[in-house]
């Protein structure tokens, strides 16, 4: 793995270093293809490596090994009711079928590591279909140190996802770390973390202890360097070369020319840095909303545009055109950067969502995904998150950590908001205050029953997941009544587009006309999601991305079989 110049020719040319490129990459080498990565970016590890990290796989061999059960029936029909008429049922039933073959071949041939979530409710855990735990997975935690020179090369996380420079936090350890004064077992937990990163940051500019979708990205970088797959950092797509209706390279940003015998796989993260085309296909930025995206810059649409350039198919009519999140904008000595309110703050009790009267318009426990929806729905711009003090201090606001971290910095730049009353808190965000008094009045009554009656939040298990299993009588309600009081703007934003080339259940793009372009895959977000633009449960991109990468490489390689077969045969 190195940034040598490339050689002229490869049986499958890789352009992305992200879960579902890096997946196709080993499964081809796997099946004696010649293969090599090419990544955009300085750093490897795409969209994936900056990512939450969960995987989303129905009845897969992890769950099914701790004695849990699950029926892809039940899945696909979960799908189905999510997607409506949109359902693509061929991609879905071959996603279904290759997402469990892809765990196991990934845990016998690769680094590539498993753990399920015994409790994890899919995202609309009311519906028929549904799952309570079990689908989703993760990486296993990665000691980064493996990757010995290759570290620095692995994208960073997201600055605001580590703590003390550099150290990553899972869900597990964020549970902990919430409970540092309360529990000794958390302390102790805590503490073991904070000794082994102080001993990185000693040789390191970050934490290697590598959780997330850092986990998933270094274990996949770790496989690809023990097999000697190069991954080329810093090669851009300019255009697919075609030969008779064929694709059979590329040529890069330079002016080189790469060479596939076997084909070309455009993994490259969609488009959330293109913003054109996500104007283009998003209606609420077309009628003025600002939107921000948490995916990684070079993500600009290129791969798109250049299947597009040849007659491919970029399906345009999902029920959204990315994966939404809220996020809010942290001030810094180089501008702004947003931050994703995803798990840990909305659904806590004592937290609020208001628009710029002062009225609450969505339920602020449902998945940031249709959190964003409502606030499309509703046309609300822009928003606010509301607190009290209390729980400020027991479960932190955004990245403003809870009791002991301090926060006076985040008020000092005016991130954080604060109100000595509800009537100061209105004035210093420009609302009505009688508005946001109403509004706090009527929740708290709600609260203290421990029901939602205006919007529900609270009332389903992926809900109180969330929420604070402590807490009675609801897990995510509370009164707001201890001030001071805290506010954060919040705007749209997303974790990923949607949208992508329509593809056939092997991978394989297809043109306008629904026809194969012989010699030309796409996985990851360059695919056009399976899900449709809806967001069923956590790990609804990872999931798919890994596992079409899985059909993506089996497909190619014996496509490069049947070739040579063929070729013998004549002879």
Not at 332 to 354: C, M, N, T, W, Y
Not at 417 to 437: F, Q, Y
């Amino acid at each position: 793995m190195c940034n040598d110049f490339p050689d002229s020719e490869y049986d499958l040319v890789v352009i992305g270093s992200g879960a579902a490129g890096m997946t196709a990459a080993l499964v081809a080498h796997f099946g004696g293809m010649k293969v090599a990565v090419f990544e955009k970016d300085s750093y490897f590890g795409g969209s994936t490596a900056v990512s939450g990290g969960a995987i989303w796989i129905p009845d897969n061999p992890k769950m099914r090994a701790a004695g849990m059960t699950d029926n892809r029936d039940e899945a696909y029909n979960y799908i189905a009711n999510e997607t409506g008429e949109l359902l693509n049922p061929s991609l879905v039933r071959a996603f279904l079928e290759a997402g469990p073959e892809m765990v196991g071949f990934m845990e016998e041939n690769t680094y590539l590591k498993f753990e399920h979530r015994t409790f994890s409710p899919d995202y609309h855990s009311d519906q028929p279909g549904a799952s309570l735990g079990g689908r989703v997975l993760d990486a296993q935690t990665f000691d980064g140190r493996l990757l010995k020179k290759q570290f620095n090369r692995l994208k960073p996380p997201i600055e605001d996802f580590t703590i003390f420079g550099g150290m990553m936090l899972n869900r597990f350890d964020i549970g902990h770390f919430m409970n540092i004064t309360r529990k000794p077992a958390s302390a102790w937990h805590a503490f073991r973390l904070l000794l082994r990163h102080a001993r990185d940051r000693l040789l390191y500019s970050r934490g290697t202890r590598l959780t997330l979708g850092q986990a998933i990205a270094g274990r996949l970088a770790y496989s690809a360097i023990e097999k000697e797959i190069p991954i080329f950092t810093e090669v851009a797509l300019a255009s697919l070369k075609v030969e008779a209706d064929k694709v059979v390279g590329f040529h890069t940003n330079d002016g080189r020319e790469i060479l596939a015998k076997h084909g070309v796989v455009l993994a490259t993260g969609g488009f959330p840095g293109n913003g054109d085309l996500s104007k283009s296909v998003m209606p609420h930025v077309q009628a003025g909303s600002k939107h921000y995206s948490m995916s990684p810059k070079p993500a600009i649409g290129t791969a798109i545009e250049a299947a597009e350039a040849i007659g491919a198919h970029f399906v345009k009519t999902n029920k959204h055109a990315g994966f939404w999140a809220p996020v809010s904008l942290i001030p810094s000595q180089h501008g702004e950067r947003p931050f994703p309110h995803l798990f840990l703050d909305r659904a806590k009790p004592g937290v609020i969502a208001v628009n710029l009267d002062g009225r609450r318009f969505v339920n602020e426990a449902v998945s940031y995904h249709d959190f964003v929806t409502g606030m499309i729905e509703e046309e609300v711009h822009e928003a606010w998150l509301v607190c009290d003090h209390q729980t400020l201090r027991r479960y932190g606001l955004g990245p403003v950590r809870p009791f002991p971290s301090p926060f006076k910095n985040q008020l000092r730049t005016g991130y954080l908001k604060r109100g000595t009353s509800l009537e100061e808190l209105a004035e210093v965000l420009s609302m009505p205050s009688d508005n946001l008094i109403e509004t706090v009045k009527r929740f708290n009554l709600d609260a203290c029953t421990g029901t939602d009656q205006e919007f529900g939040k609270g009332s389903t298990d992926y809900q109180t997941y969330l929420g604070d299993a402590e807490h009675e009588p609801n897990p995510c309600l509370k009164p707001l009544e201890q001030a001071p009081f805290y506010a954060i703007k919040i705007y749209p934003g997303d974790i990923g587009t949607s949208m992508g080339l329509a593809t056939d259940e092997k991978g394989r793009v297809l043109d306008k006309e629904n026809k194969v372009i012989p010699g030309l895959y796409a996985c990851g977000n360059d695919m056009n999601s399976i899900m449709a633009g809806s967001y069923p449960g956590a790990g609804i991109t990872l999931g798919p991305a890994l596992a079409f990468g899985y059909i993506v490489g089996r497909d190619a390689s014996e496509a490069k079989r049947a070739s040579e077969n063929y070729k013998e045969e004549a002879v």
